[in-house]
């Protein structure tokens, strides 16, 4: 059986922990080489070690997602390693404790969250795109949230800036249909990553808050992983501008 992503090149911003590094292993085990974009020296070398040790092919590069010529270096440095690229997975960002109402949110969260989910979402689409391009056409897959898509209290901040990647997808999708060139966006719901795991372990109202709301329980980096993997790969090869939730049926 032929691996989902023989021969091709996927970027994976914020690749270092969580759902990057769950997307970047379950990449390679298909036959991708995997470029892991991570800030964080440690995680991201960690990461790259991991797919190597496993029999695959990875890169890291440190990107900074809120910074333009980080974020081109590291395009030119994946397509100077590996010769092409056919997938960006901008899913580097995440919210805090400190978001809030937006009578209550501080405004330097506000800006926070606005520049590493939306702005980096910007970037990586602005330099990511012209190397798919290069290549004949490939997928983008943005990382919105399932509270762009419904009613959520205290993340107002969070929310302003996953509506926004969700809005962007859209009209990217559209202008860059013809050169074959397929944009999505997954949006998550509450995902076990190591630092929700904690989280929810020191916090018994988060875990039951999300045990009652999702219909199947808990989602895992690796549910997060397989949507990725699916839009990445030649199977969704007439899939675009779409909104992916993977939830577990929290927004039903």
């Not at 330099?127 to 004949?136: D, Q």
């Not at 959520?152 to 509506?163: I, P």
């Not at 045990?211 to 199977?235: F, K, T, V």
Request: charged share 25%.
């Amino acid at each position: 059986m032929t691996d989902r992503l023989e021969g091709k090149v996927a970027f994976i911003t914020g690749a270092g922990t969580g759902i990057g590094r769950s997307a970047a292993e379950l990449f390679a085990s298909e036959g991708a080489r995997v470029v892991v974009a991570e800030v964080d020296a440690a995680s991201g070398a960690e990461t790259a070690e991991r797919v190597r040790r496993a029999g695959g092919e990875a890169l890291w590069v440190e990107t900074d997602v809120t910074e333009a010529t980080s974020v081109r270096a590291a395009f030119d440095r994946a397509v100077d390693q590996f010769g092409r690229l056919d997938v960006v997975y901008n899913n580097a960002g995440g919210s805090t404790q400190v978001d809030g109402p937006v009578t209550e949110a501080p405004e330097e969260e506000f800006w926070r969250v606005i520049r590493l989910d939306l702005f980096g979402t910007f970037l990586g689409c602005k330099y990511g795109i012209p190397r798919l391009i290069e290549s004949g056409g490939g997928s983008v897959i943005n990382t919105s949230s399932n509270v762009a898509l419904m009613a959520l209290r205290g993340r107002d901040c969070y929310t302003a800036a996953k509506g926004g990647v969700a809005s962007m997808t859209r009209s990217m999708a559209a202008e860059y249909a013809e050169h074959g060139v397929r944009v999505n966006a997954i949006a998550p719901g509450a995902t076990r990553t190591e630092r929700v795991a904690a989280l929810a372990e020191a916090n018994e109202h988060v875990d039951r808050m999300v045990r009652e709301s999702a219909l199947l329980g808990w989602c895992h980096p690796r549910d997060i992983a397989n949507m990725a993997l699916y839009l990445a790969s030649d199977e969704s090869r007439v899939t675009t501008d779409q909104i992916l939730s993977v939830d577990s049926g929290v927004t039903a």
